[in-house]
């Protein structure tokens, strides 16, 4: 259940330094590890050498004690966090840092590659979670394992797991990247029956943001863009399910103009806390040492003052990453959409959280 007191208490904190020109963050995004089980070839942590990835999760990755302590700092400001990595799953304390973040109260969104869920207590961690988004790039074997780099038994064993996540009730949704790989099942729509037949309550999707540190791109031609935004908007004006939780504007943008639009970069509404313990101002992509601050260290207030952040006042690099988009749209936008999605999603499996929110 959602504290709806300490909600709307965070958002008037958040208000009120909005009004006074200062950002802070609002959604935590805890990236739990550096290493993953995957070999995705649009994300960096899908890179082969899975030994060194060991190793270096290993040497680098937070301990739990880190991790509450910065669970803590963050919850001051932070009205909803998601936990992702690498895999989240594959820590061995995963459970115990999602019950952590309950005992704080602080809703969780666990993105998951959905490979490891077989090895963990389903009942338990629906007591602790609100929802799980389980990455499906793909509803057929040959593109998801294109898409994931794995064998057809993971593909199988990820189905299995979606299967268990329907039989012990865990509201799961389903995001998809769209690249080259998988674009024919969005324009002839079997993308959505088959989510609906494997117990999606909702969709959602991002095209690919290819990575600047390789030299390939995933992204599908224009004309395929076109012809997926096209399909992915009759689905939503049809009203059919599953809903779409990105707003219809993000595919008219991408039809529109081959980009999504934005005037700021909203990437300051969230931080992105990596597996380590740092946060790069303002995201990823100027990943230096000086635009590098540990958590461990300073206060989120102190990160949030940093001046790196005016970068993003006009920074476009992110042409259509879904999320980035979301937040960078007016606040009106977000919440219409975000609300409207949740509480539809919520209420067919948890009747009372959906009335909190
Ligand atoms: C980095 S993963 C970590 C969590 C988990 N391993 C998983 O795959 O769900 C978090 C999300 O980022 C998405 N993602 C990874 N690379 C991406 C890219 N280049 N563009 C857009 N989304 C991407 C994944 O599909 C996943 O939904
Ligand atoms: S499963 Fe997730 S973290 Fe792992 S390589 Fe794929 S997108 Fe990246
Ligand atoms: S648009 Fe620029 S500042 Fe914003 S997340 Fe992308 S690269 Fe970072």
């Known amino acids: 259940m959602v504290d709806t007191i300490r909600t709307i208490k965070l958002l008037s904190k958040w208000s009120a330094n909005r009004a006074i020109g200062k950002r802070r963050p609002v959604i935590a995004v805890f990236s739990l590890t550096h290493y993953c089980n995957f070999y995705c070839p649009m994300c960096p942590f899908g890179d082969s050498d899975k030994e060194g990835q060991i190793m270096l ?63 963990i207590d389903l009942d338990e961690l629906k007591k602790y979670i609100q929802f799980v988004t389980c990455s499906i790039d793909s509803v057929f074997e040959e593109s998801y394992c294109k898409v994931r780099g794995v064998s057809l038994q993971i593909y199988r064993r990820v189905m299995d797991n979606l299967n268990l996540l329907t039989e012990h009730k865990v509201p799961h949704y389903f995001n998809s990247v769209i690249t080259k790989y998988n674009t024919q099942e969005f324009i ?7 989510a609906k037949q494997l117990g999606a309550n909702a969709v959602s999707f991002t095209f690919v943001e290819d990575r600047s540190d390789v030299d390939y791109s995933l992204l599908p031609d224009r004309h395929t863009m076109v012809r997926v935004c096209e399909s992915i908007l009759e689905h939503i004006e049809s009203k059919a399910d599953p809903q779409v939780m990105i707003p219809a504007e993000y595919f008219q943008q991408i039809r529109d103009h081959g980009r999504g639009m934005f ?24 990943n230096s040492p000086e635009n590098t601050y540990n958590l461990l260290e300073k206060d989120v207030g102190e990160i949030w003052d940093a001046p790196q952040w005016d970068i993003a006042r006009t920074c476009h690099d992110c042409e259509v990453l879904g ?22 999603m919520i209420s067919q499996e948890k009747p009372e959280l959906a009335e909190a929110i």
């Open 57 to 119: 999760a290993k040497r680098k990755d937070l301990t739990t004690d880190q991790w509450k302590m910065v669970f803590d700092k963050v919850s001051k400001y932070c009205v909803w966090s998601i936990v992702e990595g690498g895999e989240p799953t594959s820590r061995p304390d995963f459970m115990e840092l999602v019950r952590y973040l309950h005992d704080i109260k602080m809703p969780v969104t666990l993105i998951s590659n959905c490979s490891l869920l077989h090895t």
């Open 188 to 194: 002839d729509k079997t993308y959505f029956e088959r």
């Open 263 to 286: 005037d700021e970069c909203g990437v300051w509404k969230s931080i992105f806390v990596n597996g380590n313990g740092t946060v790069m101002v303002p995201c990823w992509k100027f």
């Open 323 to 344: 999320c980035i988009w979301y937040s960078s749209q007016p606040v009106s936008t977000f919440a219409k959409n975000y609300m409207r999605g949740l509480s539809k």
